[in-house]
């Protein structure tokens, strides 16, 4: 049975009957069945084409030639378990170090963003000798136990929060403790940090790792204050504790001006252990974590291997030695600085006409789009981003989704090959649902107040 002769009801019915329901798809209420996609654009099964504003992992493009040929050329040679010596591990480890900081030397290749964070907890676990870790609140870190753990936006719905995990406020100088016209918000905020571990230490508990995504992404397309993770460094360095930076989203150079996005808060700055993921691959399961030859060295003192059957195979790094090939040789970082002002730009020029637009934040193509019912109290327009989402996809075959606490925010994370056309397509869609939004309101406010000034004239 060829799969994609099902017709699309077909394999929703298999789905629902065979797959996890806790699996969910994107637009669950009419999901888009894909067979194809090429560069930014994804087809549905009659051909029908959609500019795909979602897919971060496709990172240089949907079936990207020369990843495709890179693939199937080593397919074809040689694939092994990753305990064969072969040069495509040490070639790309190489290529990937000149990326960093000359200190994050040593690297370990796992097969998701969620086991180079587990090997991260360990790694930090294993130098510190400490237990406890500090993540941001509304973070995701990943789906195994361990991460569930630390990941706020998912223990919160489960059993709860550890005793050895402790939260720091979210930096967000939209809607957090500190905010815009706060003078220096990267200190205050790191001073959350900074009390919150005195707290454990008056608890008698010892902080082994800061774990945070260089920009938050589930918390809403966050971008941390200047000087935040410098000092926060600084605090669970001298409590005996490392700094890591989970880059499962933001690596590769999807902020346009840097490959990293921790390099965002300076040259100063740099993590004790780095985890990627997503992007690295281009869709081939492949993840990696960086770190130091120091805590690497206490990691292979405890006498026991670390062996991980797939992770960093001939194909997995063939792939990802073509995936930085191509970030390179198509100017993909210039492209995503070009295009990501561009998209950002065109957004706050809509705010004027918008009174739901609450904020536009972003770096490269990592941009945020924030709907408020009010723009004094800041409140979450949900429903609003929701329905912009389904006419998005209805009406303009656009595809994004949202983020944040209360998913009330529009995010655009496309493949880095998102043109200008890409962006003022999409602002010139969302302007006009937003005004077709507006006319909706505003007649049915006029509706209601009619109908309420007729009952007063009546009685
Ligand atoms: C920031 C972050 N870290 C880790 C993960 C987990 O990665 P994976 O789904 O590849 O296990 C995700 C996944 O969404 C993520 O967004």
Redesign the pocket.
């Known amino acids: 049975m060829a799969l994609e002769k099902l017709r699309k009801e077909e394999t929703l019915v298999l789905r629902k009957k065979l797959i996890g329901q806790s699996c969910r798809l994107f637009y669950s209420e009419d999901p888009v069945k894909i067979v194809k996609a090429r560069g930014q654009f994804i087809f549905d099964e009659n051909g029908k084409r959609y500019l795909d504003c979602i897919s971060n992992v496709q990172h240089v493009g949907h079936c990207h030639p020369s990843i495709t040929k890179a693939a199937s050329a080593q397919m074809d040679l040689l694939n092994t378990n990753a305990r064969f010596l072969h040069d495509n591990i040490v070639m790309y480890a190489d290529r990937l170090a000149a990326t960093l900081p000359e200190k994050l030397c040593v690297f370990y290749f796992v097969n998701?963003?969620?086991?180079a964070?587990d090997l991260a907890l360990r790694l930090a676990h294993q130098y510190t000798q400490h237990e406890d870790v500090i993540v941001l609140d509304h973070a995701?870190?990943?789906?195994l136990m361990s991460l569930i753990d630390i990941s706020p936006y998912k223990f919160r719905k489960l059993a709860g929060q550890k005793e050895w995990v402790h939260v720091a406020p979210l930096p967000d100088t939209y809607r957090g403790l500190y905010r815009e016209d706060h003078p220096n918000p990267g200190q205050a905020y790191a001073d959350t940090v900074k009390y919150l571990i005195e707290e454990v230490h008056r608890d008698g508990r010892k902080i082994s790792a800061f774990f945070a995504?260089s920009l938050p992404?589930?918390g809403g397309q966050i971008i941390l204050p200047q000087g935040y993770s410098t000092k926060v460094a600084e605090y669970v360095r001298s409590a005996g504790g490392v700094f890591v930076a989970?880059e499962?989203?933001t690596g590769f150079g999807r902020v346009g001006s840097h490959f990293w996005a921790f390099q965002l808060q300076g040259q100063g700055f740099c993590p004790d252990i780095v985890t990627m993921?997503?992007p690295m691959g281009n869709g081939h399961p492949l993840?990696c974590v960086a770190t130091t030859e120091e805590i690497a060295g206490a990691f292979t003192a405890n006498g026991v291997e670390y062996f991980n059957t797939f992770g960093g195979n001939p194909v997995s790094c063939a792939i990802g030695l073509a995936v930085l090939d191509v970030i390179e040789e198509e100017d993909l970082k210039g492209n995503a600085t070009r295009v990501g002002a561009h998209l950002k730009d065109l957004l706050i020029k809509l705010q004027p006409r918008h009174q739901i637009i609450g904020d536009v934040r972003g770096v490269g193509l990592f941009v945020g789009l924030e709907l408020v019912t009010d723009r004094e109290q800041r409140t979450p327009a949900t429903e609003t981003a929701a329905l912009v989402v389904k006419r998005l996809k209805e009406e303009d075959n656009i595809c994004v989704s949202t983020d944040g606490p209360w998913e009330s925010v529009i995010k655009f994370k496309p493949p880095m090959c998102f043109s200008m056309d890409d962006a003022e397509l999409t602002v010139k869609c969302i302007d006009r649902i937003l005004t077709g939004w507006l006319h909706y309101h505003i007649l049915s406010t006029l509706v209601t107040t009619g109908l309420f000034a007729y009952i007063c004239c009546f009685h």
Not at 112 to 115: Q, R, V
């Open positions: 998701s963003g969620s086991e964070n995701y870190h990943g789906h995504e992404s589930v989970d499962v989203q993921g997503k993840a």
